[in-house]
């Protein structure tokens, strides 16, 4: 939980407030200052946005920095350092959270922003926590950043983009200059209402999925994400490996790893697909391959047409390995208890979940019956002892993965409520 302290300063006219977030403090726009009324959305009406509630994200980023390093990074020379880069980055929060809680000599920290202000801000907090050495501050539009470190020979190990609202137009450059054995791509997106399928236009413009509600919505959501990055990768012949992929607190996070190569490239292609789903009795059908369409009418035939979404990435989401390693680096970071709690659950029941894109929602289905729901641990428990698989999901609190078909549910919960 961010703590807003009580020292406050002034710089260029700038009024700042000192906070803690992780176990770091710095200067930020004092919202005792900027904000006015009482309904106004905080982040936005500072002159550099600053929003407490991402503390959760920028542990997830210092997490998955840390595992990468232990899992991934092969450095060819013993002096050799790793380099991240922030292209959005703000008050600079998660990059000096980077230099101070990692405390690695070997990381190296680049912050840009285009905002002036942020720039000021950040050079503020640079000689407050005394850093100097280990970190680089440019100005530069993001896409001009990527282009121009391309030019340079600075290669990035690893990329963090976390605008607020759609990641979209920086990507292409990101794949261009990230190192392409192994680089390490963190995306945030907020502008989550499209990618949820509440505006079709909107995703086609941005994401080109063809997305509408559904009772997966967040998944989907992830998954629309995943098969953007990856098919704007695929021009540049590269290949993205999704390591974690997280939806939470109206924010979708992505750890992506990066790899170069037509022959990878095209192996992106093979988890690309499209999936269906009845309005009914909201069974889905899933079918890898662009070229194989799912089932455009329900099996219970008298429910008639399903609707059809897509292109969408069906592979893995979270990668085992780094996501074991995620959960362990959560004490030596100390990790705020809260923080910590959320994560772990998250980790814990993806590492569990069986292996099936999407899932169903437990609620939507008892509502269909007009029944309450059942413990949701009592409906996996009595699918595993039926001979399904079952699983719970981070995407939803009543999503249940599993193998059985909704109708196998349904003769399950009315057998259950005659118990
Ligand atoms: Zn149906």
């Given at each position: 939980m961010v703590e807003f302290l009580r020292e406050t300063v002034v710089v260029d006219n700038l009024h700042l407030r000192k906070i803690r977030e992780g176990k770091t403090e710095i200067f930020v726009p004092d919202p005792f200052y900027?904000?006015?009324?009482?309904?106004?959305?905080m982040p936005t009406s500072l002159p550099v946005f600053y929003n407490p509630v991402m503390e959760v994200n920028r542990d997830l980023s210092l997490l998955a920095i840390k595992a990468y390093m232990d899992l991934y990074w092969q450095p060819k020379k013993e002096d050799e350092r790793i380099l991240y880069i922030e292209?959005?980055?703000?008050?600079?929060i998660r990059g000096f959270r980077v230099l101070n809680e990692i405390k690695n000599p070997k990381v190296k920290v680049l912050l840009n922003d285009i905002n002036k202000l942020s720039i000021k801000i950040m050079k503020f907090n640079a000689s407050y926590l005394k850093i100097e050495s280990d970190l680089t501050i440019t100005n530069y539009d993001a896409n001009y950043l990527f282009l121009r470190l391309r030019n340079t020979g600075m290669i990035p190990d690893i990329i963090e983009i976390d605008p607020y609202g759609s990641p979209a137009r920086f990507i292409f450059n990101a794949v261009r200059c990230i190192?392409?054995?192994g680089g390490l791509l963190l995306v945030t997106a907020t502008d989550t209402a499209p990618l949820v399928g509440k505006f079709i236009e909107a995703a086609m413009r941005k994401y080109g999925c063809f997305l509408v509600k559904s009772p997966f919505s967040k998944e989907m959501a992830v998954r629309a994400l995943i098969y953007f990055i990856g098919r704007e990768a695929s021009i540049l012949a590269r290949r993205i490996v999704p390591l974690f992929a997280i939806f939470s607190h109206h924010f979708i996070k992505l750890a992506l790893l990066v790899l170069r190569g037509r022959k990878e490239a095209d192996k992106?292609?093979?988890e690309i697909g499209w999936v269906s789903f009845c309005n009914i009795c909201t069974q889905f059908y899933f079918s890898k391959g662009l070229q194989n369409r799912p089932r455009?009418?329900?099996?219970?035939?008298?429910?008639?047409l399903t609707e059809i979404i897509g292109?969408?990435?069906?592979?893995?989401?979270?990668e085992e390995e780094f996501s074991r390693e995620m959960l362990k680096k959560i004490d030596e970071l100390s990790v705020n208890p809260r923080n910590a709690k959320l994560i772990k659950r998250i980790f814990e029941w993806e590492l569990e979940a069986?292996?099936?894109p999407f899932f169903y929602d437990l609620q939507e289905i008892a509502r269909r019956l007009r029944m309450s729901i059942p413990s949701i641990n009592s409906v996996i428990n009595s699918l595993k002892s039926k001979g399904y698989k079952a699983s719970r999901t981070?995407?939803?609190?009543r999503g249940i993965k599993t193998n059985a078909k909704v109708r196998d549910i349904v003769i399950l919960l009315k057998h259950m409520v005659n118990q």
């Open positions: 900027y904000v006015k009324k009482k309904n106004e959305y292209a959005l980055a703000g008050t600079g190192k392409g054995k992106f292609w093979k455009e009418l329900c099996e219970m035939e008298e429910h008639g292109p969408l990435w069906l592979g893995r989401i979270f069986i292996d099936i981070h995407f939803n609190p």
